[in-house]
């Protein structure tokens, strides 16, 4: 059995291997060096410094972009070329200063086989990359999308390029009408788009299949859409309408007279919810911006509206009818389905209008005009078995109570009698 003497030699053994032990971890931990620990003192934290940034939880700080050597409180040493120090790179070197990691397939493999590595190269296909090339220093670099400090995933919500965070980040350089002023460009880009179609439904109702800037302008490589590519970049979402709208007369003319495919009538980021009433010869048809008056070009967008007006009307008459047989506490289940099925079919027709031919047009719409009458015809025989059923009903009430009365009188003639 071991003395007293030999157990506290024992613990202390145990506790100087494991003061040792924590401080190589420390030394190790990147987390906790000389490059933090000076600056917090110093109070000469970098301003948008986060500490749960993307890189610091994957175990990369300061040592890992800067160089230096981390493990040292002499400043001299920690800061030392002999140790790799680069300090902060001008803006021209940061894209290639980032790329030494983020172009490495080898290195990114560890943190995440699935990422992309070609950044880089794509950013300097992009006008931001081209410019930066010249020598022009004003144009967004990793830093001025991603933050220097505060890096998190595209997934998380406090990354700067969430995809609810998307156009504001874009707005913060395209928004600032001095330095847009230097490329003569446009800053109501943000204000059009967040009233857009696209706008509020990304950016109010929380839809992240609504496109920010860079679903049409691409990421790292962001370009404006030339002329040709704009119907495939809407059509990498409204794929019939593309499909359609490319195999028409009217795709082909744009082409020849150098048209922007679907901004010619829908516009670029103040896209608005489109209505029925945008296909047609009236007041608010985009077709009248191009087509004169008693053209066939007019004519066909006339017969297109005519179509989709039937069918919104036939769509409101078969619900008012439905809303009644339901108040009279009858069944509508048959009508609600085709319901559902007329307003579907109202969609495939609107997709349907990109062909341009009024013909096509009513060949989709002649279906929904079809079940639509049926949920009409419906409707009124339930309305009208109702009707029945309340006149039986009432005529059954009158003989009842004849009888009653009927009944009630001769109870009191015999009555009367037996007095």
């Known amino acids: 059995m071991k003395t007293s003497k030999e157990i506290l030699i024992l613990v202390w053994f145990f ?16 987390l906790k060096n000389s490059c933090l620990t000076c600056h917090k003192e ?26 230096g050597n ?3 409180d002499d400043a001299e040493i920690a800061m030392s070329k002999k140790y790799g120090f680069k300090g902060v790179p001008s803006k021209k070197d940061i894209p290639k200063f980032c790329g030494r990691c983020h172009s490495n397939i080898k290195f990114m493999r560890k943190y995440n086989p699935m990422i992309k590595t070609d950044q880089v190269q794509q950013y300097f296909t992009s006008k931001h990359g081209q410019l930066l090339k010249k020598g022009d220093e004003n144009v967004a670099v990793c830093t001025s ?26 707005n913060k350089c395209h928004g600032n009408s001095k330095l847009m002023d230097k490329y003569n460009l446009n800053t109501n880009q943000f204000d059009e788009y967040k009233n857009s179609v696209h706008g509020k439904a990304l950016l109010e109702e929380k839809d992240f299949s609504a496109p920010a800037c860079n679903d049409c302008h691409g990421n790292h490589g962001a370009l404006p859409p030339k002329t040709p590519s704009i119907v495939y970049v809407c059509g990498n979402c409204h794929i019939n309408n593309y499909a359609y709208f490319k195999q028409t007369k009217m795709a082909q003319a744009f082409a020849r007279h150098n048209f922007h495919g679907c901004v010619e009538c829908h516009g670029n980021h103040a896209i608005k919810k489109p209505i029925d009433d945008n296909v047609g010869n009236g007041p608010r048809a985009f077709c009248i911006r191009c087509h004169i008056s008693g053209s066939k070009g007019l004519a066909v967008a006339a017969a297109i509206n005519n179509k989709l007006r039937l069918l919104n009307v036939l769509i409101d008459s078969a619900k008012n009818l439905e809303k009644k047989v339901i108040s009279f506490g009858m069944d509508d289940e048959n009508i609600y389905f085709d319901v559902k099925d007329v307003k ?8 349907t209008v990109h062909t341009f031919d009024s013909a096509k047009v009513n060949k989709v719409a002649a279906k929904g005009i079809q079940i639509a009458q049926k949920a009409i015809w419906e409707a009124n025989s339930k309305i009208d078995e109702y009707y029945s059923r309340k006149r039986y009903l009432v005529a059954a009430s009158s003989i009842f109570t004849l009888f ?16």
């Open 145 to 170: 999308c991603h933050t220097a400090h505060s890096i998190f995933p595209p997934t998380e919500g406090e990354s700067t390029v969430y995809a609810l965070n998307v156009p504001r980040t874009c």
């Open 344 to 351: 579907h079919v109202l969609i495939k027709a609107r997709t």
């Open 70 to 72: 981390p493990n040292s």
């Open 42 to 67: 110093n109070d000469i934290l970098p301003e948008d410094f986060n500490g749960k940034d993307i890189h610091i939880r994957k175990g990369i700080a300061c040592s890992g972009c800067h160089g």
């Open 404 to 419: 009653l009365i009927i009944l009630y009188i001769k109870f009191r003639s015999s009555k009367k009698e037996k007095e």
């Open 15 to 30: 506790l100087l291997a494991s003061l040792q032990l924590s401080l190589a971890k420390e030394a190790r931990n990147p």
